[in-house]
Nanobody
Framework: QVQLVESGGGLVQAGGSLRLSCAAS????????MGWYRQTPGKQRDLVAR???????AYAESLKGRFTISRDNAKNTVYLQMNSLKSEDTAVYYC?????????WGQGTQVTVSS
């Protein structure tokens, strides 16, 4: 079991930046991957970015160059730096801890980008 707490969401103007944080209740190094997903009402939850325990990263193709995922194992925290935000980035952003058996999810943090 692990508890994940996201923070850093809010209201930002288009073109602005936000940094989301995901604090885990235990060592994140034990998980194969940590990820950020996002979801808008009535739609499925989509992958934003992932980072492995060795630091390899992967991004949704449409977000490459604007979003950056990173991790601080000492703080058991994963970050998502979001730059040049667009109105279509408005969503609830969820942190996930991915093991081989199941995913653990945080409660989500709302990001709203005003145009």
């Amino acid at each position: 079991q692990v508890q994940l707490v996201e923070s850093g969401g809010g209201l930002v103007q288009a073109g602005g930046s936000l940094r989301l944080s995901c604090a885990a209740s235990r060592n994140i190094f034990s998980f194969n991957r940590m990820g950020w997903y996002r979801q808008t009402p009535g739609k499925q939850r989509d992958l934003v970015a992932r980072i492995t325990s060795s630091g390899n990263t992967a991004y949704a193709e449409s977000l490459k160059g604007r979003f950056t995922i990173s991790r601080d194992n000492a703080k058991n925290t994963v970050y998502l730096q979001m730059n040049s935000l667009k109105s279509e980035d408005t969503a609830v952003y969820y942190c996930a801890a991915e093991s081989g058996l199941r995913n653990y999810w945080g409660q989500g943090t709302q990001v709203t980008v005003s145009s």
